[in-house]
């Protein structure tokens, strides 16, 4: 079965650092998210991205953050210079079609980002 | 060290009973839900999905009800298994005019099946 790939599967890094989480969607897909698991508290939304612009992003995803589509495989998010607030699990997802309501979205396995 | 963050609710359950976990969801305007499983060290694994023209769904050994009149979801495991072991999230669908697929994720519950 297709899966949604991360690398790393985790990251050290020191605080003022830049970061760059990558993550390979499943092949035929067209919308891409990343989202965040602080230790303990909920999967949340950081921002998703079709057609080479990104389409909504939430407050969390500040002017630190973006994301690229450097190819036509890869989709990467990079934190310019990290926080320790910004440790977390980061999990890359994608979705086949409009990426509107009512589309199943597939998570890969995450990258723990740990920042000292 | 201490731990931050939430306590998770805890459902345990004996192995081959059925296993009843619950949602409250926050917008009414919300019109997709979906259950997804998650894992120690492992991404959320999709469940099940329903849309608010529907009530009831089932598929294999999971039932997902919906009553949007008290904004209420539910996921029924049948016969747990030891395998069902995980956290359980539910997630809301918050996409502003179907433009993108914003998930709102719920708490999460953990099951623990006892053999």
């Known amino acids: 079965e297709p899966e949604v790939t991360q690398t790393p599967s985790h990251q050290v890094t020191q605080m003022g650092q830049e970061v760059i989480l990558r993550c390979v969607p499943i092949?035929?897909?067209?919308?891409f998210y990343w989202y965040r698991q602080i230790l303990g508290q909920k999967v949340e939304f950081l921002v998703s991205f079709y057609n080479n612009e990104i389409s909504e992003k939430s407050e969390i995803f500040d002017d630190q953050f973006s994301v690229e589509r450097p190819d036509g495989s890869n989709f990467t998010l990079k934190i310019r210079s990290t926080k320790l607030e910004d440790s977390a699990m980061y999990f890359c997802a994608s979705s086949a079609r409009t990426g509107g309501r009512g589309e199943k979205l597939f998570f890969g396995s995450g990258t723990q980002l740990s920042v000292l | 060290g201490e731990s931050v963050g939430l306590h998770l609710p805890t459902l345990s359950v004996q192995e081959g009973d059925n296993s009843i976990i619950n949602c409250a969801y926050s917008n009414s305007a919300s019109d997709y839900f979906i259950w997804y499983k998650q894992e120690s060290g492992k991404g959320p694994q999709f469940i099940i999905d329903?849309?608010?023209n529907m009530d009831k769904r089932q598929g294999q050994r999971v039932t997902v009800l919906l009553n949007k009149t008290v904004k209420h979801l539910s996921l029924q495991i049948a016969a747990t298994q030891p395998g069902d072991s995980a956290v359980y999230f539910c997630a809301e669908n918050w996409g502003l005019g179907g433009a993108t697929n914003k998930l709102i994720f719920g708490t999460g519950t953990l099951l623990a099946v006892q053999p």
């Open positions: 092949s035929n897909h067209l919308y």
């Open positions: 329903i849309r608010s």
